[in-house]
């Protein structure tokens, strides 16, 4: 078991009372250090994992723990400060394996164990409605059926709950505001079930009600106006959980026991780094590591991190990569200077571990999520035009090289009258349900992008023409059997597509005018079909 980079949630228990066990025997401030590190992990991985309820204890955990943190002549920590963080941890070691156990105990309803991170992707839906508003529920209750998830109807005010661990739970009203019993209802099942999602349909566009509801253990509130669009994309969500790529850290630094302290730091977040103490060697390192951040000294040899800075910045690749100084220098005037000469945030030696671990996660993952707005499609998470059009080339370059490769243009049938009649967030939910359906059916080495509108292409290397022509045709056999919900029950869309193929047709740009001249074929010919490009 590796305690530097765990991998499932049993590794990353042991670990957190591992180190607690350590500093309870020990009582350093490096001890301690080594435990709040670990209790931070966890919450990024529950966080990743979408469990709210574990979340928010093991951020309480970690607040607690920073609260007490201090400088190493604080250390250890009053008995009655133990015995405070001994609870906390005793609250979460138990939320976990309620989690993990069934909720009765009848032999015929046990789980067998699950291995990593499978317990906490359950397939079941818990949805409780207000008789006002079954037709809408039952939509949902089909929608989410036919996506694969099991749903089961509980009470506002039963008791009694379903032996399963739900994934989301979600919560149907009358009207506007919850009534009292309604929160104490919510506050039960959070407290049943602190991994899953809960949701609330129909809530005020305003703060008060809002709060009030997180309050009672509510993770995310659907106003009015967007409900039932969002729900399906809310549970879709959250079973597209993937463990990032490695973050990766350049540090630029001449002290070895410097580049030691931070490269021992980052590493128990599970941070790659590569150090180098010569700047000239900078741009040819950038090049070959691909960092998502710069940690970088101020004071260096032949010249210092300001000047490197200024030398990144007039960069295209580098203009917006994030930099931050690490340096001594206590002097206000001269931090202001090094930022606004093109740094992102300064932080003094000697660093505090957990804020330069914070600090580095927190840039990275913004970094990262403007480089995925750059190309994907907000609305999806598919593949942008630009970006299909990138990927669609390099298929083609490596399919000159091997095998064939089949390109679709899908389009949704009267898609404006979908908009004109139902309004345009249930638009939006026609075109994601689409999105998700792909997702579902095609293969990770697939291109699915949404090349514009209600337009959608599809890339399918090895695959020939006459093979590809039923997996779309069974795709839009399927599509035409989803229901969308909306307010009034819900509604059936259908799309057509046009295919054509490498070698018959040479380059990227003439394979997709081909695929959309047998797309217009489709429409032609009725719609909701599939058309073969025919090279006449």
């Known amino acids: 078991m590796s305690l530097t980079s765990p991998n499932s949630i049993e590794d990353r228990l042991y670990v957190l009372q591992s180190r607690w066990d350590r500093y309870a025997a020990e009582g350093g401030f490096e001890q301690f250090i080594e435990f709040a590190v670990a209790v931070n992990s966890l919450a ?44 906390q941890l005793d609250a979460l070691a138990g939320s976990v394996a309620s989690s993990r156990a069934p909720r009765t105990g009848r032999r015929d309803q046990e789980m067998a164990p699950a291995s990593g991170a499978d317990w906490i992707k359950p397939r079941s839906v818990w949805m409780t409605a207000a008789d006002e508003r079954i037709e809408m529920a039952d939509a949902l209750t089909s929608q989410l059926q036919f996506f694969g998830f099991k749903v089961s109807r509980i009470g506002w005010h039963d008791g009694q709950l379903p032996a399963d661990k739900p994934l989301a739970v979600l919560f149907v009203p009358a009207g506007d505001d919850a009534l009292p019993d309604e929160y104490a209802r919510i506050s039960a099942i959070r407290a049943a079930c602190p991994a899953s999602q809960l949701v609330y349909l129909g809530v005020q566009s305003a703060i008060e009600p809002i709060v009030d509801l997180m309050r009672a253990g509510i993770d995310i509130t659907i106003p009015a106006e967007d409900q039932p669009a969002m729900v399906l994309n809310c549970v879709l969500d959250l ?17 070895r026991v410097a580049v030691a302290l931070i490269q021992r730091t980052l590493a128990q977040h599970g941070i790659d780094t590569r150090a180098i103490n010569d700047p000239c060697t900078l741009l040819e390192v950038l090049a070959d590591y691909r960092p998502d ?94 970006a299909a059009k990138s990927r669609l080339s390099a298929l083609m370059e490596e399919a ?4 064939a490769l089949t390109v679709a243009m899908i389009d949704i049938d009267h898609f404006k009258s979908i908009n004109d009649t139902y309004g345009h967030p249930v638009g939006d939910q026609v075109i994601r349900g689409l999105a998700w359906l792909l997702k579902g059916r095609l293969r990770s080495v697939d291109l699915i992008g949404r090349y514009g509108g209600e337009e959608f292409i ?38 057509s597509a046009g295919l054509a193929s490498f070698p018959m047709v040479h380059t990227a740009a003439r394979l997709t005018e081909a695929a959309d001249n047998a797309l217009l074929e489709a429409k032609r010919m009725g719609r909701n079909r599939v058309e073969k490009f025919r090279d006449h």
């Open 44 to 87: 990024e991985y529950f966080t990743r994992m979408r469990l709210p309820g574990l979340v928010r204890l093991c951020e309480g955990l970690e607040n607690a723990a920073l609260m007490r943190l201090g400088a190493p002549g604080t250390h250890p920590i009053p008995a009655q400060d133990m015995q405070s963080l001994q609870r």
């Open 293 to 386: 951040l710069v940690l970088m000294d101020m004071h260096m040899p032949r010249f210092n991190g300001v000047e490197a800075t200024r030398v990144l910045r007039q960069m295209t690749a580098y203009n917006a990569l994030p930099i931050v100084y690490l340096s001594g220098e206590s002097e206000v005037a001269m931090q202001v200077e090094a930022l606004r000469l093109g740094g992102d945030q300064f932080l003094m030696k000697p660093f505090n571990p957990v804020l330069l671990a914070a600090v580095v996660k927190t840039r990275i993952e913004r970094f990262r999520e403007v480089q995925r707005s750059t190309r994907l499609d907000g609305l999806t998470g598919l593949l942008n035009h630009t």
């Open 400 to 403: 000159e090289a091997h095998a």
């Open 458 to 495: 599809v890339a399918l290397p090895g695959v020939t023409l006459d093979q590809a022509v039923p997996v779309i045709d069974r795709i839009r056999a399927d599509f035409a059997e989803l229901p969308h919900a909306h307010p009034g029950g819900a509604l059936h869309a259908s799309f």
């Open 239 to 255: 079973v597209q959980t993937k463990e990032q790529e490695q973050y990766r850290v350049l540090v630029v630094e001449d002290s």
